[in-house]
């Protein structure tokens, strides 16, 4: 089974420009979670997509918005971005719903922010 | 305070020596218990996943649930020099969308 893939790798942008993130999850997956790492925050949970709606939303500005397609397929996008906004960017995808929450990560993207 | 604390290491054990990683939580809430291996410039990578007291085991790895202390572990027996990495645990509520990660412990195995 193909696991979670995340494109593009790696990423460098300059402050005011806008970015967009896509993610593919496992087959038969419906829940897609987006999440941001840095030293300094550690994993930052953004948001989380279950069936092409946004059923949960961290405490990030409206810059960081998202979305996720029929089939499954999510795509993150931050608007003026910020050198603060440099990170790695993972998602995450699980089958969202009892019986099971695991989430598997993909390999993510680097994003830097100059 | 944050709701998930993990010991932040850095741990460096000699090959073969048995590793115990620690996280406690103060949300009861939380139901589901994960460990997740990160090598660096990677995404996490899951180890274990729990959902209720006790122990699983899997391999050389252990994961253990206290829900009455709100205290996790994960112990690695005969460490190999490829379990140098950083150890996340996460929790989840249930109907969450969200996992609340620990700040991550960094392991050195030592050959």
């Known amino acids: 089974k193909a696991g979670v893939t995340q494109t593009p790798r790696y990423l460098i942008k300059t402050r005011g420009q806008q970015v967009t993130l896509s993610c593919s999850p496992i087959?038969?997956?419906?829940?897609v979670s987006w999440y941001q790492q840095t030293p300094g925050q550690g994993l930052q949970f953004l948001f989380e997509y279950f069936s092409e709606t946004q059923r949960n939303k961290g405490n990030f500005p409206g810059r960081f918005s998202g979305r996720q397609f029929s089939n499954s397929r999510s795509e993150m996008n931050v608007s003026t971005l910020e050198l603060g906004d440099s990170a790695l960017y993972l998602c995450?995808?699980?089958?969202?719903?009892?019986?099971?929450?695991?989430?598997?990560f993909g390999p993510g993207t680097r994003l830097t922010v100059t | 305070q944050k709701e998930v604390e993990q010991d932040p290491g850095p741990l460096s054990v000699p090959e073969g020596a048995i590793v115990s990683l620690n996280c406690t939580y103060s949300n009861s809430a939380f139901q589901y218990f994960m460990w997740y291996r990160q090598y660096s410039r990677k995404g996490p990578e899951l180890l274990m996943y729990t959902y209720s007291s006790g122990n699983k085991e899997d391999g050389r790895f252990t994961a253990q649930v206290d829900k009455s202390s709100k205290y996790i572990s994960l112990f690695i027996r005969d460490s190999q020099p490829s379990d140098s990495a950083t150890y996340l645990c996460a929790m989840r509520v249930p109907n969450a969308g969200k996992s609340t990660f620990g700040d991550g412990t960094t392991l050195t195995v030592k050959p």
């Open positions: 995450a995808s699980s089958l969202g719903q009892m019986p099971s929450y695991e989430q598997y």
């Open positions: 087959s038969g997956h419906r829940s």
